[in-house]
């Protein structure tokens, strides 16, 4: 198995609510929004579903985020799930659902967006 779909490549995918067999993000750079295997397995055990327009709606936050020069993010989606994003690396580092994200506190972030 590759390291891209162990990782849960954005778009690759693996039974995390992210579609299964989805063709790789289009990116005018070439790079995708990865996920690590601790953020894969945390949307996974929390049955969270990210479809193909949220995934493309991270990429171009990500890219955003990029050019502004960001270094980790928390990027909230659909009060679904919110993302803790290593930005430089463009690796989603773990998930927090809704119900978990409550009353919680976010360190070690520079920036936030709610897509």
Same mark, same amino acid.
Request: charged share 25%; with cysteine.
């Given at each position: 198995?590759?390291? %891209? ?16 067999? %989805? ?9 995708? *929004?990865?996920?690590?295997? !601790? ?11 990210? @479809?193909? @327009? ?7 936050? /990500? ?6 020069? *960001? ?7 659909? !009060?679904?799930?919110?993302?803790? /994003? @290593? ?23 520079? @920036? %936030?967006?709610?897509?």
């Amino acid at each position: 198995m590759e390291t %891209a779909k162990r990782q849960g490549c954005a778009g690759q995918g693996r039974a995390t609510g992210i579609r299964q067999g %989805a063709s790789p993000q289009e990116r005018t750079d070439g790079q995708e *929004v990865r996920f690590s295997a !601790h953020a894969a397995a945390r949307i996974e055990k929390r049955g969270v579903k990210l @479809s193909p @327009s949220d995934l493309t709606r991270l990429g171009r936050a /990500v890219d955003r985020m990029q050019e502004k020069g *960001v270094r980790d993010a928390l990027i909230y989606i659909n !009060h679904a799930v919110a993302l803790i /994003v @290593s930005v430089a690396n463009r690796t989603v580092v773990t998930a927090v659902d809704e119900a978990s994200a409550k009353e919680n506190i976010f360190t070690n972030i520079d @920036s %936030a967006a709610i897509l």
